[in-house]
């Protein structure tokens, strides 16, 4: 039962989130502020201030650093200021996406069209495969997916394997989060370079069969079971075909001549049943 006056939960958290984005939107307006600064402007406590900004800096939102004399230097230390983090100005309206499209398009236009733009998407693709590549070689053949996935997910992509449904053989590669999905809608090389790079990743023929890009709810690819993992899961490979056999020489004879028609004979016998060739 809640006391008289006391503010639920959740109303508490979300004052605390109001007053807290105030901050942040503070700082980005005014470039570093002291603690003095943020008071005066927010209607706050010093305190208050103090509390939200350890809380943001705790989140990687904002730094500490010390505030930067032009002139001569004062006595005493100089006041410390609190200033937006890369990771602090990304939770604001950015134009990396529409930037990354209008490169793509540049590209397109000047440079060869969709071969040029293709080429682009591979060397991009190429540049980041180091971790992916170190991360599946360390893998036994049948959790390479999995391995795949965590250095996906590393790399922001929210990425998990699981066995594909029945009937189907194999796994399901599925990212959860694209970080270029604004311009892949437009530009679907950057999708075809990544399945492509993870067919030769990992060994096989992959299929795409959904991504973020065209409106589907998660990237997923399908990773058939491989013959590799079939014999590192315990299966026996497949027999080899017995070479034909040659007949016997004894050492130290001539062969025989024949005559034409046994000749003949035998040489009609070993070319029966085969086509001309």
Not at 154 to 164: E, K, L, M, P, W
Request: hydrophobic residues 35%; glycine residues 8%; aromatic residues 4%.
């Amino acid at each position: 039962m809640k006391n008289v006056g006391e503010a639920p939960q959740e109303e508490l958290a979300t004052g605390e989130r109001s007053t807290r984005n105030r901050v942040v939107r503070s700082v980005l307006d005014h470039g570093p502020s002291t603690v003095s600064d943020l008071a005066q402007r927010l209607g706050l406590t010093q305190a208050a201030v103090r509390r939200h900004l350890d809380a943001l800096a705790a989140d990687g939102i904002v730094e500490a650093r010390e505030r930067r004399v032009y002139g001569a230097r004062t006595r005493g230390r100089p006041a410390k200021v609190f200033a937006l983090t890369d990771c602090g100005r990304d939770a604001f309206d950015q134009s990396y996406d529409e930037l990354a499209v209008d490169a793509l398009r540049w590209i397109g236009e000047r440079e060869g069209g969709d071969e040029a733009i293709a080429a682009f998407a591979r060397a991009r693709i190429a540049a980041q495969a180091g971790s992916y590549r170190e991360a599946v070689a360390a893998a036994a053949p049948e959790e390479r997916a999995q391995a795949l996935a965590r250095a996906l997910t590393a790399d922001g992509y929210a990425a998990t394997a699981r066995s594909a449904p029945h009937p189907q053989q194999g796994e399901q590669l599925c990212q959860h989060h694209c970080p270029v999905a604004h311009a892949a809608e437009r530009f679907p090389q950057l999708c075809e370079a990544e399945t492509e790079f993870f067919a030769e990743l990992l060994g096989t023929h992959v299929q795409r069969l959904a991504t973020i890009a065209h409106g589907d709810g998660v990237c997923t690819t399908f990773i058939p079971k491989s013959s590799t993992a079939s014999r590192a899961s315990g299966a026996s490979p497949p027999p080899k075909s017995p070479e034909p056999s040659k007949p016997p020489r004894t050492s130290g004879t001539k062969p025989e001549k024949s005559s034409p028609h046994i000749h003949n004979a035998t040489a009609s016998a070993s070319t029966a049943g085969r086509n001309p060739a």
